[in-house]
């Protein structure tokens, strides 16, 4: 990049960071291989210059201050695709995550802490041993994060969660009234990350192709661009933020009403039950009145410590299960 093309973007970053910068974004990295056609490069090139972008594109947003970058790296569903194209995906995506967490100054200079979501036991034995090598070197890293979905498809990753709660219960460790939507999510390969509140799918497909279609559901800016991803720059990312920026306020409503009427279903579930009113109280006899007034408060006491039970119950759960090895909690700073 030339001086004045830095010195151009880095006024454009001190621009955006004086509105609402998003804390998550999630890409759909679409369109290597018909970019490699397109430039005649071939299928495997093309695929080549998509993780080149996605080094430049983490860059952009480690620049400007976004904490959680996840990323469409390979569906479940492109087993399908012929083998040879399988197998240098998967190649590629070896030699690039070994770089990623031994080699890379971008990791080191920003934190950044590589977690790899997705169903890894359908990865070859030699891919997998990376994939847990970088989550391992870097699992300390808390300032940022890279969500690699790899193999990875919302409907596995809502399945997962499922029968997690499931062994769960049938272990004794969760009551099934334990099970709310809130436990749900925090049992997603997402569960330490902020909200997602931008999408952005490139190549000019307008679908999600099962990628984050829970963390994309609730209060999220989605956006469907006309290149590929190879052709995916800092400046076309720039419009995407402004429109973002406008519905910042509106996201963030949105946000608060949606956690609001969680908060009143969970309350619903766990109220208290109330017993039927005893005939001739609050009738003159002051001694049978005070009995009831005493069970009254007894029956609080217990019901408040069933919910600190229940809650200490599922955030053990939540913490020590080891159904996500390649999805470690983070704290970020």
């Given at each position: ?130 994939v847990r090598r970088a989550v391992e070197l ?59 509140d931008v999408l952005i799918r490139t190549s ?130």
């Open positions: 990049m030339s001086r004045l093309g830095r010195l151009m973007r880095g006024v454009a970053i001190k621009a955006l960071q004086c509105g609402s910068i998003p804390q998550h974004v999630g890409f759909i990295m679409d369109g290597n291989r018909r970019y490699g056609r397109k430039v005649q490069v071939g299928n495997s090139r093309g695929y080549y210059l998509g993780y080149e972008a996605l080094e430049e594109m983490l860059a952009v947003c480690m620049e400007m201050g976004i904490k959680i970058v996840t990323v469409y790296a390979f569906s479940i569903e492109n087993f399908k695709r012929p083998p040879d194209q399988v197998e240098t995906l998967m190649e590629l995506a070896k030699t690039k995550l070994a770089e990623l967490c031994e080699h890379s100054e971008l990791v080191n200079r920003y934190g950044i802490g590589i977690r790899v979501l997705g169903d890894d036991k359908l990865l070859p034995e030699d891919v997998r041993k990376v870097t699992k300390k890293n808390n300032r940022a994060i890279l969500n690699m979905c790899f193999p990875y498809t919302s409907r596995e990753e809502l399945t997962m969660a499922s029968r997690s709660l499931v062994s769960g219960i049938e272990a004794y460790e969760l009551n099934p009234s334990d099970v709310t939507t809130s436990v749900l999510e925090d049992s997603l390969y997402t569960r330490s990350c902020p909200p997602m000019g497909e307008i679908r999600l192709s099962d990628f984050m279609l829970w963390q994309s559901s609730r209060a999220c800016h989605i956006e469907f661009t006309d290149c590929y991803w190879p052709e995916f720059t800092f400046w076309k990312l720039v419009p995407i933020l402004l429109r973002y920026q406008l519905r910042a306020g509106s996201i963030a409503q949105s946000r608060r009403e949606y956690e609001r009427r969680d908060e009143i279903s969970e309350d619903t579930e766990e109220e208290s039950p109330q017993e039927e009113p005893i005939a001739g109280m609050g009738l003159g006899n002051s001694s049978e009145s005070t009995l009831v007034t005493v069970e009254d408060r007894d029956r609080d006491v217990d019901w408040y410590d069933c919910q600190k039970e229940k809650r200490r119950r599922v955030a053990e759960f939540l913490t020590h299960r080891g159904h996500l090895p390649n999805c470690p909690l983070v704290q970020l700073q």
